[in-house]
């Protein structure tokens, strides 16, 4: 078993499909499916269950993807803390999130204090991100919604209340708050289902006994203002949507008359990953830049 064995098996785990897993590789499809053989040859069980050209992580599979994950981000971790002592240098900071749209200004200060750290940034449903964090891909997950654990560490960054934004000459333009209620004949922009946006728009909506008529869905949250202001249709959008396209923006702005309309910034991080001095200052400036937008 060898470590160019376990990471041909992590991305076949994750592609569940052998020629996906070769192109992120790029190495040849039969290289890795003869690496998959061996390596269950040596484990003595399949780590997949085969139905033709069809694969699934099986059981066995999924077992052993957790502590495979586990072993390559400490070597990762290793790797990273020799070389920040070896050479001194920058390194690098990656960051999950599942919208980026909060991020610039972190970032604008992050790069005035370390100019040459690189900073790789990963777009991610909620649900991906353990598994970046576990993996050692990213060292830091900025998420709206619950991701806790006995192995993660997370500090609340801001607490920031949700409006719904409308076109400029829709009815509700001109008012200032509205209730759940009366939304119910209304057309939704929203994100996919799992999506903080999506999740509290369905559970205000749940509250009232309805469902929102959502008539257009997408992964980015960003993206709501300018479908709403074209007149697609109305949308959740957390208040430093309004700052920043501010009072001239393509859309109207209401409160709404529901208990709890608001998102969580939580940063989350590996409790027992190793954070390089750059990592450890956007850390820093993570809780100085975010946390005075909490409403």
């Given at each position: 078993m060898d470590l160019l064995s376990l990471r041909y098996f992590q991305s076949v785990a994750r592609h569940q499909h052998i020629s996906r897993a070769a192109e992120e590789l790029r190495v040849a499809q039969p290289s890795v499916s003869r690496s998959i053989i061996r390596l269950e040859s040596e484990l003595g069980t399949p780590l997949f269950d085969r139905r033709g050209r069809r694969i699934r992580l099986n059981e066995h599979g999924a077992a052993f993807l957790v502590r495979v994950e586990r072993a390559l981000a400490e070597l990762e971790d290793a790797r990273r803390e020799v070389a920040d002592a070896g050479r001194g240098g920058p390194g690098r900071v990656a960051v999950a999130a599942e919208t980026l749209l909060q991020l610039a200004g972190v970032l604008s200060a992050f790069r005035e204090l370390r100019p040459g750290v690189?900073?790789?940034?990963?777009?991610?449903?909620?649900?991906?991100?353990?598994?970046?964090?576990?993996?050692?891909?990213?060292?830091?997950?900025?998420?709206?919604?619950?991701?806790?654990?006995?192995?993660?560490?997370?500090?609340?960054?801001?607490?920031?209340?949700?409006?719904?934004?409308?076109?400029?000459?829709?009815?509700?333009?001109?008012?200032?708050?509205?209730?759940?209620?009366?939304?119910?004949d209304e057309d939704f922009v929203s994100t996919r289902p799992g999506h903080w946006q999506r999740v509290l728009l369905e559970r205000l909506f749940a509250r009232e006994g309805l469902t929102p008529r959502v008539v257009c869905e997408g992964d980015e949250a960003a993206a709501t203002p300018e479908l709403v202001g074209a007149g697609v249709g109305i949308g959740l959008m957390p208040a430093v949507a309004r700052r920043v396209l501010g009072e001239d923006g393509p859309v109207g702005w209401l409160r709404l008359d529901a208990p709890d309309c608001h998102r969580t910034l939580t940063l989350v991080w590996r409790r027992d990953a190793y954070l390089s001095p750059a990592a450890l200052d956007f850390r820093r400036l993570a809780g100085e830049r975010l946390m005075p937008d909490a409403s």
């Open positions: 690189r900073v790789r940034l990963l777009q991610a449903p909620v649900d991906s991100m353990r598994r970046h964090l576990r993996a050692g891909e990213v060292d830091f997950a900025l998420a709206s919604q619950p991701l806790t654990g006995p192995e993660v560490c997370a500090a609340e960054l801001a607490r920031e209340e949700v409006l719904l934004a409308v076109p400029l000459g829709h009815p509700l333009a001109g008012r200032e708050r509205v209730a759940v209620a009366e939304l119910a």
